[in-house]
């Protein structure tokens, strides 16, 4: 099986705009899970979506939301970025049983890189 | 907020000995999570022991969970250069329903 795929791998932009971006789960998949990863707050649970839904949301603004598509694909946005916005986006994708992503493995894609100048 | 607190930070060791991670947390969890990363890179699973299991082995891999000292080790045998790598602990936080990773330990094999 394929793994998880993230895109763009890295992205640069500047404070004030607005980023999209993608993330395809292993194929089966229906959980997907984003994680923000900074050297100063390490790794953050942002969201998880399953089955199109938002399941569990993280301590972040409102800023960062995300969805998901009937086909498991998932996408997140971060609008008027700001400098701390700099950081690694994980995305993880798992079979979703349970109430929440966090009761199986998660399988990782290698990450979005996004610099905010 | 971090749940799981890694120690130690860093860690360096020669190529053949063992390594040992220890995690500690603060809140009753379904499950603990280990995880490695390389620079820069996405995480890979290493091994989950839910909270009603004492130890887990994968490979050279030897995992512990003790619920009532709320702690967990992970034991790397034979350590080999391709380990060098960052290991973290993620417990599941059954309140919040989320993966809360701790800190991590930076692991070095010197050749």
């Known amino acids: 099986k394929a793994g998880v795929t993230q895109t763009p791998r890295y992205l640069i932009k500047t404070r004030g705009q607005q980023v999209t971006l993608s993330c395809s789960p292993i194929s089966g998949h229906r959980s997907v899970s984003w994680y923000q990863q900074t050297p100063g707050q390490g790794l953050q649970f942002l969201f998880e979506y399953f089955s199109e839904t938002q399941r569990n949301k993280g301590n972040f603004p409102g800023r960062f939301s995300g969805r998901q598509f009937s086909n498991s694909r998932s996408e997140m946005n971060v609008s008027t970025l700001e400098l701390g916005d700099s950081a690694l986006y994980l995305c993880?994708?798992?079979?979703?049983?349970?109430?929440?992503?966090?009761?199986?493995?998660?399988?990782f894609g290698p990450g979005t890189r996004l610099t905010v100048l | 907020s971090q749940q799981g607190e890694e120690d130690p930070q860093a860690l360096s060791i020669q190529e053949g000995e063992n390594a040992t991670m220890n995690c500690s947390y603060k809140t009753s969890i379904n499950n603990l999570q280990w995880y490695r990363q390389n620079s820069g890179r996405g995480l890979v699973h290493l091994i989950l022991?839910?909270?009603?299991?004492r130890e887990k082995h994968s490979g050279r891999l030897r995992v512990t969970l003790d619920t009532s000292k709320k702690s967990s080790s992970l034991l790397i045998t034979a350590s080999r250069a391709a380990d060098t790598a960052s290991y973290f602990c993620a417990t599941d936080d059954w309140k919040a329903q989320k993966l809360v990773f701790g800190q991590g330990t930076r692991l070095t094999i010197n050749p």
């Open positions: 993880a994708s798992s079979l979703g049983t349970g109430l929440a992503s966090s009761y199986n493995e998660q399988f």
């Open positions: 022991i839910r909270s009603n299991e």
